[in-house]
């Protein structure tokens, strides 16, 4: 009887954006060994380097499955570019190697200071009325939606942090759209001129 795990890759999203306020990534892990036990899920900063420094959590999950509710990994960083990883592995097992691609993932996150940042992502220049949907769509909850809109976007940024996804961001950013500049900094509080 031995527990084995890996990553659901079907359920666990790995964001490419993030806020200041906190990232969350929810991960699935799931059993493929023959007992239920103890999965070990770790995020990992700096993977596969020397200065690899990693937060560990643990779900029991039955065999033959994946976990119902996902381990929420969080972490917070000053904006900027990060590199992040995930491992899992059952407790029968030793960790896995980086190059496991079904235990592992390493991938490039950007934390995003405030909604002005991901405006600067675009160019404020380069804002449509497509950009403030998709924040539109995304601040509702609305996320079929807000990835088609996603997909149309051109210039296309990174993935906006749910935590920016307002209303008032939305608002702004159609402002900005409209080269309205001083309404879109009174919703938004950035300062374009």
């Known amino acids: 009887m031995v527990v084995k795990g890996e990553i659901d890759f079907e359920k666990t999203i790995f964001p490419e954006t993030g806020s200041t306020d906190g990232v969350i990534i929810d991960v ?17 900063f ?5 200065k690899e420094g990693c937060q560990g959590y643990t779900k029991t999950v039955q065999a ?24 899992v592995w059952g407790n029968d097992e030793t960790r896995p190697g980086w190059d496991d691609t079904k235990k592992a993932k ?38 079929t939606i807000a990835q088609q809109k996603y997909s149309q976007l ?25 080269a309205w500049l001083d309404l879109g900094n009174q919703k938004t509080g950035c300062s374009y001129m």
Request: charged share 20%; aromatic share 12%.
């Open 64 to 87: 033959g499955k994946t976990a119902d509710t996902p381990v929420k990994a969080g972490f917070k960083k000053e904006p900027g570019i990060y590199s992040i990883g995930i491992k």
């Open 106 to 143: 390493i991938w490039t996150i950007t934390i995003l200071g405030n909604i002005c940042d991901w405006i600067d992502e675009v160019g404020i220049n380069n804002i449509t009325k497509t950009h403030a949907l998709y924040v539109y769509y995304k601040s509702q909850g609305w996320n």
């Open 46 to 50: 700096d993977p596969n380097t020397t």
């Open 154 to 178: 051109s210039p296309q940024p990174g993935e906006i942090d749910q935590s920016l996804a307002t209303k008032d961001n939305a608002l702004g950013i159609y402002y900005y759209s409209q």
């Open 28 to 44: 699935y892990p799931k059993n493929v060994g023959d007992s239920d036990g103890i999965i070990n899920v770790y995020l990992c």
